[in-house]
């Protein structure tokens, strides 16, 4: 579906986790992207595991192997940024705590601290790139505004109705969240004003059994989320599109496929 002369469309994007991406659902997502052109492209942070300046010891073999952090992580992610900005105009990447991981280890001081503008991920991801917006994890309530009454961010709370939790805490203002991997939606009007809330996570775009959860099963969601919105940011209304098995069906009832 197509916005209407007036509006346009955004495209959120939850969390990847190069190197462990669903590559079907990395794929449905990019082919719906290439299909829609999204206006705007926002990132809910975690496209990066970061996995070796993590501060938690490794779970198996596998999770103790610590892949090349530039080749296995920032070459891979560079490309699907390159990728996105061809069918974008603006893309926004909001940094979730695993990117952060970076920032907290070299911070910690040591040999590490010297070699921070070399390994960080925004310098990294950023380079060579115009129409492109990087919104710090360390930035005080870090979150990118999608409409007057509608906020982007990675994720305050992992709590099992975390988009309950954040509406809490949003305190009437509508927002789309990622870091929980599952998909939620929570819906509220105020009684006195009629103002609804909406907050939501679309799930994620990861693999859904990682090692470190091979005996629980996880309940994530591979998804993405369509906002269709004024262009003078007033009103917009939203759509999360489930990802099965590396498809999806579009609002307008097109099939997308990696």
């Known amino acids: 579906m197509m916005p209407k002369r007036g509006s346009h469309l955004v495209m959120v994007l939850p969390d ?13 997502a990019m082919a719906a992207h290439r299909r829609l052109k999204p206006a705007r492209t926002v990132i809910l942070g975690d496209w ?17 192997r610590v892949g090349d952090y530039i080749a296995d992580e920032i070459d891979p992610c560079a490309r699907i940024l390159d990728k996105l900005q061809e069918d974008t105009r603006e893309l926004i990447y909001i940094e979730g705590n695993h990117e952060n991981r970076v920032q907290r280890m070299c911070a ?38 999608i409409a007057d009454d509608l906020i982007a961010f990675h994720g305050w709370s992992h709590a099992k109705h975390a988009s309950s939790v954040h509406a809490s805490l949003l305190k009437g203002s509508s927002g789309v969240h990622g870091h929980t991997h599952r998909s939620q939606t929570y819906v509220d009007r105020d009684p006195l004003t009629g103002r609804v809330q909406q907050v939501w996570s ?13 005996h629980k099963p996880s ?40």
């Open 16 to 28: 990847l986790h190069v190197p462990h991406q669903d590559e079907a659902a990395l794929a449905c």
């Open 202 to 214: 679309p799930g994620c775009l990861r693999d859904l059994q990682p090692n470190y959860m091979a």
């Open 108 to 145: 910690a001081g040591g040999p590490l601290a010297h070699v921070w503008q070399h390994v960080s991920p925004q310098a990294l991801l950023s380079r060579g790139r115009s129409r492109f917006q990087w919104i710090p994890y360390s930035e005080s309530l870090a979150h990118y505004r």
């Open 48 to 64: 990066l595991e970061c996995a070796g300046f993590s501060s938690h010891p490794p779970k198996s073999m596998d999770d103790g």
């Open 219 to 258: 309940g994530w969601v591979h998804g993405i989320s369509l906002i269709y919105c004024k262009n003078d940011l007033s009103k917009w209304t939203a759509y999360t599109c489930h990802i099965d098995r590396g498809e999806c069906v579009l609002p307008d009832g097109g099939q997308v496929r990696g």
